[in-house]
């Protein structure tokens, strides 16, 4: 079975700024050309001179483009695209025969768009679009969650199966595997691009995550959490893999909840995930076997499955403690732990049996009670008081991409000595520039990060990889996003 090929869609506002895009996409096997957003489109400049295959569509804003001329301005567009030798048209199906099907048929991807979520007549809107006799068939449907994803799956290998060319796209943070995975949901192409919600950037996608290598054989892995689109889990478990040689991918798998993973991760037979907000003490309480920082702290970051079962570990305890303890001693320190989940849990644990005397702060005090009986720290009060720790360490997503102006305290109440924040993207959290702008010396989130990854990574694999590789796949990340 023929792989999936990679389709590039380039958008631009001029003719001349499409035609410089589309040649920059030197590694596609094909480019989607968006001139719905063209202002002087000149459909024959457009496709002259490409190297590349080209599909032309103008998608209107009806059907979430940008062209608002009128039907029949859009109707001349895509047939000037045919007259001037595009090798596909994108042609938006309406649920009524179009005479350009007929005619131009092995030429037409139609395309079917639901921005609201997953139809209930999906198979039936398949069979008939393809009973059109069209070239390829195009699904693109919003995700709502990752089991949306597996009725995708099986209408599109079914197809490919029956030797039929389709496209089935889930939309959104939960449809990601969609595009990735693209071959296991019977796509002849995956969409690369910034063009749709969900839409991976065509570099990443076939160095990162190796779309190219990808076979029914490779191994999934993965992050889950929601929101999970910033993390730079992927990219750092990729460049483990690529380093070992492992035929694997590991993926951000953006969950509706607990439920929705753990059979998602049966249908598609997932190997391993690490685990993120707000799901770590809710994994905990599913899996039978946990090791003794997992039980103690009720929550997990790693999981690994061994047959139809799945293991868990809590590595934050280490992860937290390796990049501060190798910077500064803090024999003799009071710390404040703002937050009251899994990662204050851990932090709070790790600090107390460092022999820091430690305080849990939370706007629930029951929590912060909670997390205080398991680690042995007090609880303070919530704002943290003024003079009241010499170690911060702030364990809540405040001051996380995308809400990069928010921070979990005033400035004026930064009067310690050092502020440890485990917020990783963006490195410089508005927390820790107010802190050092006070006089305080700062640590973030990324350090711990590398220090979880590769012991989650040792602990799947049996193999340990130079700090290197995660240090650089982490900050290449971390420069690739808009903090």
Not at 16 to 22: K, T
Not at 453 to 474: C, H, I, L
Request: glycine content about 8%; proline content about 5%.
């Amino acid at each position: 079975m023929a792989q999936s090929q990679v389709c590039v869609t380039v958008r631009a506002t001029t003719t001349d700024q499409l035609r410089q895009r589309r040649d920059a996409a030197v590694e596609a096997d094909l480019v989607e050309l968006r001139v719905d957003g063209v202002e002087d489109l000149d459909v024959s400049g457009v496709l002259k001179g490409r190297s590349k295959p080209a599909i032309v569509t103008c998608r209107t804003v009806q059907d979430g483009g940008s062209f608002d001329g009128g039907e029949e301005a859009q109707r001349r567009i895509i047939a000037e695209a045919l007259k001037c030798g595009a090798e596909y048209v994108d042609i938006e199906w309406n649920g009524s025969p179009d005479p350009r099907i007929t005619k131009h048929g092995s030429r037409i991807v139609l395309s079917s768009h639901d921005f609201s979520g997953r139809p209930s007549d999906l198979a039936d809107r398949y069979s008939a679009m393809r009973a059109t006799g069209v070239a390829v068939v195009k699904l693109a449907v919003k995700a709502k969650s990752l089991m949306d994803l597996v009725p995708l799956a099986d209408l599109g290998c079914r197809a490919k199966r029956d030797g039929e060319q389709v496209v089935i796209i889930g939309m959104g943070g939960p449809g990601v595997a969609s595009r990735i995975l693209a071959d296991r949901f019977g796509a002849c192409w995956s969409y690369a691009g910034d063009a749709a919600p969900g839409q991976v950037d065509p570099d990443r996608l076939i160095r990162e995550f190796r779309f190219r290598e990808l076979s029914d054989s490779t191994e999934v892995y993965g992050v889950l959490g929601n929101p999970v689109m910033h993390s730079l889990s992927p990219a750092m478990h990729n460049a483990g893999f690529r380093a070992i040689s492992k035929d694997a991918v590991y993926l951000p798998l953006e969950a509706a909840d607990v439920d929705d993973f753990f059979s998602f991760a049966d249908a598609f037979r997932i190997s391993g995930v690490s685990v993120t907000a707000p799901f770590k003490e809710e994994v905990h309480s599913r899996v039978r076997e946990s090791d003794p920082i997992g039980k103690r702290i009720g929550a997990v970051n790693t999981l690994q499955r061994v047959q139809n079962n799945w293991r868990a570990m809590n590595c934050d305890v280490d992860g937290f403690l390796e990049p501060l303890l190798s910077r500064f001693t803090i024999d003799g320190w009071r710390a404040t732990v703002i937050g009251a989940g899994g990662a204050a849990k851990a932090a709070s644990v790790g600090l107390v049996e460092s022999g820091v005397l430690t305080k849990i702060c939370a706007r629930r005090q029951e929590k912060a009670e909670e997390a205080a009986r398991v680690s042995g720290a007090t609880v303070g009060v919530f704002p943290v008081e003024p003079n009241s720790w010499d170690l911060l360490v702030n364990a809540t997503p405040v001051g996380m991409t995308p809400q990069v102006n928010e921070s979990p305290l005033p400035a004026s109440s930064l009067d310690g000595r050092l502020v440890y924040d485990l917020v990783y993207n963006p490195s410089r959290t508005l927390l820790l520039k107010e802190a050092a702008k006070r006089g305080c010396r700062t640590l973030g989130g990324l350090e711990m990060l590398v220090a979880q990854a590769k012991r989650q990574f040792e602990w799947w694999t049996g193999v340990q990889v130079p700090n290197s590789v995660f240090e650089t796949a982490a900050k290449n990340g971390l420069t690739s996003t808009v903090e």
